[in-house]
């Protein structure tokens, strides 16, 4: 069983960064990949960013490379989303998720948190 905690959302202005905390509880967190997805009003989840166990491997929406960057310290047990150069379409309340499962693509994580609301300002 995991816990996730995300942190860190806000409003900010177009062109501000942000960088968003997804804090696991439960000592086998390395053994998780972890993926943040995003959800807009009147609009489906979407994939943003997952990343394998030991960090070494990313992947990243199209519409977020060169913006996003998804780490993890698995010390810390905390996965973390810094967001540059935000854009108003970046809106959405952002979920992070993680799984037993190797893969970084496909939406099907067993372990989510509550999200945390990022706002972003033309």
């Known amino acids: 069983q995991v816990q996730l905690d995300e942190s860190g959302g806000g409003l900010v202005q177009a062109g501000d960064s942000l960088r968003l905390s997804c804090a696991a509880s439960?000592?086998?967190?390395?053994?998780?990949?972890v993926g943040w997805f995003r959800q807009a009003p009147g609009k489906e989840r979407e994939f943003v960013a997952a990343?394998?166990?030991?960090?070494?491997?990313?992947n990243y929406a199209d519409s977020v490379k060169g913006r996003f960057t998804i780490s993890r310290d698995n010390a810390k047990n905390t996965v973390y989303l810094q967001m540059n150069n935000l854009k108003p379409e970046d809106t959405a309340v952002y979920y992070c998720?993680?799984?037993?499962?190797?893969?970084?693509?496909?939406?099907?994580?067993?372990?989510w948190g509550q999200g945390t609301q990022v706002t972003v300002s033309s």
């Open positions: 439960g000592r086998t967190f390395r053994t998780y990949v």
């Open positions: 990343i394998s166990l030991g960090g070494s491997n990313t």
């Open positions: 998720a993680a799984r037993k499962l190797n893969v970084l693509v496909g939406a099907n994580y067993d372990y």
